[in-house]
């Protein structure tokens, strides 16, 4: 599954540097997961490093995107390739 941000997000900013895929950016409001970029840092990581960073803990999966682990190696694989 992709990760989200949820609206108790409070715009610290410190999540989105220690993304290696760069699927966070500042949304309008708050802080936003791109879910076609978020591979729940598999291939990188062994924890997910936004919610490993965040300090208000407002980063659960998103029940939209639901994806096997396998299924996150393949979007690895197709985002290094470029
Ligand atoms: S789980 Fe990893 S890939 Fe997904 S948004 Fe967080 S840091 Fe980026
Ligand atoms: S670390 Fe958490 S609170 Fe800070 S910008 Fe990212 S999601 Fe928002």
Not at 9 to 17: G, L, R, S, Y
Not at 23 to 43: F, H, L, M, N
Not at 54 to 63: A, N, Q, R, T
């Amino acid at each position: 599954m992709a990760l989200m941000i949820t609206d108790e997000c409070i715009n610290c900013d410190v999540c989105e540097p220690e993304c290696p895929n760069e699927a966070i950016s500042p949304g309008e409001e708050i802080y936003e997961i791109d879910p076609g970029k978020c591979t729940e840092c598999v291939g990188h990581y062994d924890t997910p490093q936004c919610v490993e960073v965040c300090p208000v803990d407002c980063i659960p999966k998103d029940p939209d995107h639901v994806e096997s682990e396998d299924q996150l190696m393949a979007k690895y694989q197709k985002l290094i390739q470029g």
